[in-house]
């Protein structure tokens, strides 16, 4: 809504939030439906992905106990104080399952994994970004 405000049409520096806030209007209100499935997807595969980790390493827990302790967990990574969540997560998941009497160690190092899971399906993205960069940049381009 920042680009219904008058104050953005009369500073120049300004124009790329009204720019940014135009786009993200004409999104949200194109793919309404399609935001709304791709926010409930990505925590559900996340939760997914911390079931099928601790299956792998000998947690015998239902999906329903996974629903109950790990958006909580995911939840407090967000949480400013680590570096993308690391420590935190570790520490709420060990936490949380050892309440329900889970092996401390099991827990850590599903969380671990999962964690290197994570940088691991990442690194394309990584790649993308760094080549789309070079593309951006000026004087960076490739000939």
């Known amino acids: 809504m920042?680009?219904?405000?008058?104050?953005?049409?009369?500073?120049?520096?300004?124009a790329i939030l009204k720019t940014v806030s135009d786009r993200l209007l004409?999104?949200?209100s194109v793919r309404r439906l399609v935001l709304l499935a791709s926010s409930l997807l990505v925590p559900l595969l996340a939760l997914l992905g911390f079931f099928a980790v601790g299956r792998a390493l000998g947690l015998r827990y239902d999906l329903l106990t996974y629903l109950a302790i790990v958006p909580p967990a995911l939840v407090l990574t967000?949480?400013?104080v680590?570096?993308?969540?690391?420590g935190?997560?570790?520490?709420?998941?060990?936490g949380l399952f050892s309440l329900i009497g889970a092996d401390k160690t099991v827990v850590l190092m599903m969380s671990?994994?999962?964690?290197?899971?994570?940088?691991?399906?990442s690194l394309p993205g990584l790649v993308v970004l760094?080549?789309?960069?070079?593309?951006?940049?000026?004087?960076?381009?490739?000939r």
Request: net charge positive.
């Open 2 to 14: 920042l680009g219904r405000l008058p104050l953005l049409d009369r500073y120049a520096q300004l």
């Open 78 to 80: 967000v949480i400013p």
């Open 130 to 142: 760094l080549k789309g960069r070079r593309q951006l940049l000026p004087g960076t381009a490739r």
């Open 112 to 121: 671990v994994v999962y964690g290197m899971m994570l940088i691991v399906v």
């Open 82 to 86: 680590s570096i993308a969540g690391w």
């Open 88 to 94: 935190v997560r570790e520490g709420v998941l060990v």
């Open 26 to 28: 004409q999104a949200v």
